[in-house]
């Protein structure tokens, strides 16, 4: 049995319907990432978990317990907030011993506690200090020592490291992993960042309308996209799409505009006719000098536009109709800034495999 | 560098100048005045005595001081000042606390006009509300014959409501609440909803997260309301002069006869003297009190 799970979970707010009808299910020591777009119902899912709103339909299980008679305060889910939310008027001990405090630990025990969370945040020495005398990622971290001390069941992080600057985001990111290994808490991640969300997670739920597109471990989740929404949000990707042409014993062909007929491999068993899809990666794509591609899919094009960002350059190369396919190459290779102008003809291949095959 | 400098001190002295002028003119004088006054003798007819007597000596003196400390009656009446001002500032804290926290806490739309029925009252004239007060505690209102009708029912005689030690506090409290939740309420207006989440999903129930979080940070808003309060009821004198009995002389009203009735300007001054001091010590305790509050905030050992 799952340690926590949500079983047909919605709710509505007026005529907009913000979770609909969301069934998950979490392991015990899992890191779970519920990514989407703002307005995608993360946060309200989030928010159902704690216990600050409760679904209109569905249920919320903990331990196989319906968590609906439950306030907030009573139940073993604790929240980093995405404000921090620090008592402004408590140094950052008195912040930490707060949870103690209202479960009527012994004076000795919340010392001990205390400074071993401050420890465990590597906050040691901070303790007099108050909220305003912190930086961001101090704050970031008394807000967690503070969630973790009274070793809550499940941990809720929403939207935990938007605030911080991209530098503190990624060293962030590593403490998290850490701190959650270390715990053996399990982290239920809210967040519209797709590269936090790879980075962290064990397993993503990527959400959109109110709704799961899927849910997945991070690299299928960037590999195999189950929908073109999927495919879009999560980094960056071609999105080819046209009428099925055939289907060649799991070697599917869609015919693109512009591109002519691309062929990928698919496993679905889809009828030619039927409309589809092929997501493909700007790196899974060799771009060459004009007639030098050799074998899979090919396509000529011109450069359009390009940018250069340090380790890759992104090329993007119109084709015939003048739409648009983006390709990136790295820049390590033979160290030389770039290999196209804008202008150049080029020449854009890819394997049967390196795609992949969205019905509808 | 210097010419800069001396351009910003001129327009520094130009937005200063006029409000610093007018507490020169309006407020340190006048001060300076009546402590003068308090060192002089009173004069025959009033006012004072002229600052040279006839023979030639200068005629200042510590007596009116001594009258107010020898004579216990006047601090009996400064005293019973001083308590009717903290049980008003207390009665007040009480009323405007849930007052504010609703208004605080209602949407928007509704706020701007439950503050304005707040401050609606401030429309009609002081002493019109203050008599209006003679006629609701009236002997022949509603609210003394209900009062004395449910005494009457359980054996006891009935009361006066009005010229009543009662009836000056009712009033006192009724004109100086608008004082109090004013100042609360955009303490309380400003306060951060997610550290209440954050409180109650660290595991405080609601009576937990008022008294840890919510009334904490409102202190700022208590305090500026309680001085709001505390100083202009220690010093009114309308109140018990038009609700009051007897007994209900306060230094305000001492004051008032003082200058007005016996023309007794020097003992007049002390007891304003007097006044003055003690609003302001009683406004740097409660300062001290709040910074020991603060620094202490929060730490385990709180």
Redesign the interface.
């Known amino acids: 049995m799952a340690l926590l799970e949500i079983q047909g979970v919605t709710r509505r707010f007026g005529d907009f319907t913000a979770v609909d009808d969301v069934s998950l299910s979490i392991e015990a020591g899992e890191f779970f990432t519920l990514l989407g777009p703002s307005g995608c119902g993360k946060t309200t899912l989030l928010r159902m978990i704690a216990g600050f709103d409760l679904p209109d339909g569905g249920r919320i299980l903990l331990r196989g317990e319906d968590l609906a008679s439950q306030p907030p305060e009573a139940r073993p889910v604790r929240t980093v907030f995405q404000s921090y939310a620090l008592f402004p008027h408590m140094t950052v001990e008195g912040n930490i011993a707060f949870p103690l405090r209202m479960a009527k630990a012994s004076q000795d025990e919340i010392r001990s506690k205390v400074a071993g969370a401050l420890d465990d945040v590597r906050l040691g020495g901070f303790g007099r200090r108050f909220p305003h005398e912190l930086s961001g990622g101090q704050k970031q971290r008394v807000a967690i020592a503070r969630a973790l001390v009274t070793q809550p069941t499940v941990l809720l992080l929403d939207e935990p490291l938007a605030a911080l600057d991209a530098k503190l985001r990624e060293d962030m990111q590593i403490e998290l992993i850490d701190m959650q290994k270390q715990a053996g808490i399990t982290f239920v991640y809210v967040t519209h960042d797709q590269t936090e969300a790879l980075a962290l997670s064990h397993r993503i739920a990527v959400m959109n309308k109110g709704k799961v597109e899927q849910m997945d471990e991070p690299s299928r989740i960037y590999g195999f996209p189950k929908t073109r929404f999927v495919a879009d949000f999560i980094g960056h990707c071609n999105l080819f799409s046209g009428p099925v042409t055939a289907n060649n014993e799991g070697i599917v062909a869609v015919d693109v505009p512009g591109l002519g007929s691309v062929s990928v491999r698919a496993d679905t068993d889809v009828r030619p006719g039927a409309p589809g899809t092929i997501a493909l990666r700007p790196e899974k794509i060799r771009i060459e000098s004009a007639g030098t591609a050799t074998t899979g899919n090919r396509c000529r094009g011109k450069v359009a536009e390009l940018l250069y960002m340090g380790d890759v350059t992104v090329y993007k190369v119109a084709t015939a109709d003048g739409s648009r396919v983006e390709a990136l190459l790295a820049n390590s290779q033979s160290g030389r800034a770039k290999f196209f102008e804008v202008g150049d003809d080029v020449e854009m291949g890819w394997a049967v495999d390196a795609g992949h095959f969205i019905a509808a | 560098m210097t010419s800069s400098r001396t351009a910003g001190s001129r327009g520094k002295w130009l937005v200063s100048g006029p409000p610093l002028l007018y507490l020169i003119i309006f407020f340190a004088i006048p001060t300076l005045i009546m402590l003068a006054a308090s060192f002089r003798t009173p004069g025959e007819f009033g006012g004072l005595a002229p600052l040279v007597d006839e023979t030639g000596k200068l005629d200042v003196n510590l007596e009116s001081y001594a009258r107010f400390f020898t004579e216990p009656v006047y601090f009996e009446v400064f005293l019973k000042s001083v308590v009717y001002a903290l049980v008003t500032t207390f009665c007040c804290l009480l009323l405007a606390y849930p007052l504010a926290t609703l208004i605080a806490r209602s949407a928007q739309r509704y706020r701007d006009l439950l503050l304005l029925l707040v401050i609606l009252p401030f429309w009609s004239n002081f002493l019109i509300r203050v008599y209006a007060w003679m006629i609701i505690l009236g002997p022949n209102a509603a609210l003394a014959k209900g009062v004395n009708g449910v005494l009457g029912l359980v054996g006891i005689a009935p009361v006066p409501l009005l010229f009543s030690s009662f009836a000056v506090l009712v009033c006192l409290v009724y004109v100086h609440l608008p004082f109090m939740v004013l100042p609360l309420y955009a303490n309380l207006e400003k306060h ?1 909803q ?2 209440l ?9 609601a009576w ?1 997260r008022f008294w ?2 919510t009334f ?2 409102s202190l700022p808003g208590v305090y500026a309301g309680a001085a709001l309060v505390f100083i202009p009821a220690l010093g009114i004198f309308a109140i018990p002069d038009i609700l009051g009995g007897p007994n209900d002389t306060l230094i305000g009203n001492l004051i008032k006869q003082q200058f007005l009735e016996t023309r007794d300007w020097p003992f007049g001054s002390v007891l304003s003297i007097v006044l003055t001091l003690a609003a302001l010590a009683l406004a740097g305790i409660a300062a001290w009190v709040a910074k020991r509050h ?1 620094d202490a ?4 050992d ?1």
């Open positions: 951060d997610a550290l989440d954050a409180a109650q999903d660290l595991g405080a129930n937990q840890r979080i904490p940070l603060a905030g929060g730490t385990i709180a």
